[in-house]
């Protein structure tokens, strides 16, 4: 199985910071990964498939980037409703599997 | 707009079974791949099974395999999860979701539905 490492696991920061966020996988994906955002008590949304594709609807302060086993999600203005935990996904083989997750919180 | 909703969760003793359902409608069901995804309490995401369009392709993660079986009615419009020989670490959110083969994100969530093991 894919091992899905993501860092950090939370990040303080305040509106217009820009954060990065990174996901490290145990063995090559190629360009098939996603990112996606949750809030409490709902179910997740995607932002970001095939490393770097913005899910239509997505505000383009988020983007992505990477290749092979080290990807990024970028947002380059932090706006209040981005106060989330972030998950990033890979597609490259089953079982799916996702990281541990990233919350950002209001510093 | 596609919309999934989930049904049949609750509380179930530990050996005991429990069937989800998916209502699934917006959008051409029989076309896509779908998925159900868990979330436990206060843990992260979980991905649990897929099938393909006609059901004859399944997948499965380790732990749920030879427990679970995922399954659909493409003329209702509709995806199960039968689950047997629950466990208390099977407790969780689990979420119906259109998964997109060509590209493997997952699009469309449904609201979840909570199953909770425990005696």
């Known amino acids: 199985d894919i091992q899905m490492t993501q860092s950090p696991s939370s990040v303080s920061a305040s509106v217009g910071d820009r954060v990065t966020i990174t996901c490290r996988a145990s063995?090559?994906?190629?360009?098939?990964l996603a990112w996606y955002q949750q809030k409490p008590g709902k179910a997740p949304k995607v932002l970001i498939y095939?490393?770097?594709s913005l899910q239509r609807g997505v505000p383009s302060r988020f983007s992505g980037g990477g290749s092979g086993t080290q990807f990024t999600l970028t947002i380059s203005s932090l706006q209040p409703e981005d106060f989330a935990t972030y998950y990033c996904?890979?597609?490259?083989?089953?079982?799916?599997?996702f990281g541990g997750g990233t919350k950002v919180e209001i510093k | 707009e596609a919309q999934l909703v989930e049904s049949g969760g609750g509380l179930v003793q530990p050996g005991g079974s429990l069937r989800l359902s998916c209502a699934a409608s917006?959008?051409?069901?029989?076309?896509?791949?779908m998925s159900w995804v868990r979330q436990a309490p206060g843990k992260g995401l979980e991905w649990v099974a897929n099938?393909?369009?006609?059901?004859?392709?399944?997948y499965y993660v380790d732990s749920v395999r030879g427990r679970f079986a995922i399954s659909r009615d493409n003329a209702k419009n509709s995806l199960s999860l039968q689950m047997n020989s629950l466990r208390a670490d099977d407790t969780a959110v689990y979420y119906c979701?259109?998964?997109?083969?060509?590209?493997?994100?997952?699009?469309?969530w449904g609201q979840g539905t909570l199953v909770t093991v425990s005696s």
């Open positions: 979701v259109i998964w997109h083969e060509s590209s493997g994100y997952l699009d469309s």
């Open positions: 063995q090559g994906i190629s360009s098939f």
């Open positions: 095939l490393t770097s």
């Open positions: 996904q890979q597609a490259n083989s089953f079982p799916l599997t």
């Open positions: 099938i393909n369009q006609d059901g004859s392709d399944k």
């Open positions: 917006g959008f051409t069901f029989s076309n896509y791949w």
